[in-house]
């Protein structure tokens, strides 16, 4: 019998807690036991698995990043982003036709 290799805070088919607090910490919790998980795998020799496991640390990291944008609370939400210098063809000195 293959054990799996995706600790329980991990686990994809939980529910979601509804404040971005809880989310946030959730994510956090799933991502340190799989960093977790993968060094030991990795000790083991244990590839396929390691493979699986930081696929599913991979996925975590990506949900820590669009929770981490959507959280009206952070610092700078509701910014609107900066212009890359030189593409505001109306400022002066940026070089426009």
Do not use: H, I
């Not at 019998?1 to 959730?26: C, E, F, I, K």
């Amino acid at each position: 019998m293959r054990r799996a290799t995706v600790p329980s805070s991990a686990d994809t088919a939980a529910l979601m807690p509804a404040g971005m607090g809880a989310r946030m910490d959730r994510v956090q919790a799933a991502v340190a036991a799989l960093r977790a998980e993968e060094r030991r795998l990795e000790r083991l020799g244990l590839e396929e698995a390691e493979a699986r496991c930081r696929e599913q640390r991979r996925y975590w990291e990506f949900l820590a990043a669009v929770f981490e944008v959507a959280d009206p609370d952070r610092p700078g939400a509701g910014t609107p982003p900066r212009a890359w210098p030189g593409s505001d063809p109306d400022a002066p000195g940026s070089g426009a036709w």
